[in-house]
């Protein structure tokens, strides 16, 4: 079956590019998030779509992260100028509903290398 | 502020035998728990939730046992099976007020040794 997918899987880039990473949700569904999980660390959340509408944007870490959903559908996390500290696993998730106990779907991730 | 804390992050059990990973939790606004799974190169997969209504919530060889009174919740997989060695990693919400995020502690890492 479908699941959420992730593209690349791997990126890296030299200090001062910018990046652009995708997600495909589950078709269908309603809420999608990004995270970030840095080595030995657990998924740190930065976004939060309801459809095609950012409600939550309060873990971007700073201006140079931006993410849209503009259809509702797919997402792309962009990160303008990048630095070594963004050098992480990002992870995309879905979810078929907006209430608390609706599961969160992840997809495998992309590693963001910065060199 | 680290609000979902798993202070293990490594264990090794053996196969057959239990396995018990704990988690402890700081804001009293979360009431709605989550285990996930993870294995290397994979995003993480959704085990086993509680509600703090609940104490205890079972799920074939899962349990996840929760203490509101001491901010503490544990997962607890009897027989534990090489399969299960994975990342585990806890996770906090709120449920009032419409939507809440997930917050999740840094893991632990699970060895079951054959």
């Known amino acids: 079956g479908a699941g959420v997918s992730q593209s690349p899987r791997y990126k890296v880039a030299k200090r001062g590019q910018d990046v652009a990473l995708r997600c495909d949700p589950i078709?269908?569904?309603?809420?999608l998030f990004w995270y970030q999980q840095a080595l030995g660390q657990g998924p740190e959340f930065l976004t939060y779509?309801?459809?095609?509408?950012?409600?939550?944007k309060s873990g971007l870490p700073s201006d140079r992260f931006f993410a849209e959903r503009p259809e509702g559908s797919v997402s792309t996390l962009k990160i303008q100028r990048t630095q070594q500290e963004d050098s992480a696993v990002y992870l995309c998730?879905?979810?078929?509903?907006?209430?608390?106990?609706?599961?969160?779907?992840f997809g495998n991730g992309t590693r963001l290398t910065v060199t | 502020d680290q609000q979902v804390k798993q202070n293990s992050p490594s264990l090794s059990v053996q196969e057959g035998r239990i396995s018990i990973l704990n988690c402890d939790y700081t804001?009293?606004?979360?009431?709605?728990f989550l285990w996930y799974k993870k294995y290397p190169a994979e995003g993480p997969t959704f085990l086993i939730s509680?509600?703090?209504?609940?104490d205890k919530n079972e799920d074939g060889r899962f349990t996840v046992f929760l203490n509101k009174s001491a901010k503490h919740l544990s997962l607890h997989i009897v027989p534990s099976q090489p399969g299960d060695s994975a990342v585990y990693f806890c996770?906090?919400?709120?449920?009032?007020?419409?939507?809440?995020?997930?917050?999740f502690g840094t893991g632990t890492k699970l060895q079951v040794i054959p």
């Open positions: 998730a879905s979810s078929p509903g907006t209430t608390y106990n609706s599961p969160l779907h």
């Open positions: 078709s269908g569904h309603v809420s």
């Open positions: 779509f309801q459809n095609e509408a950012q409600l939550d």
């Open positions: 804001n009293s606004m979360f009431d709605y």
């Open positions: 509680i509600s703090s209504i609940k």
């Open positions: 996770a906090a919400r709120g449920s009032s007020g419409g939507y809440q995020k997930v917050t």
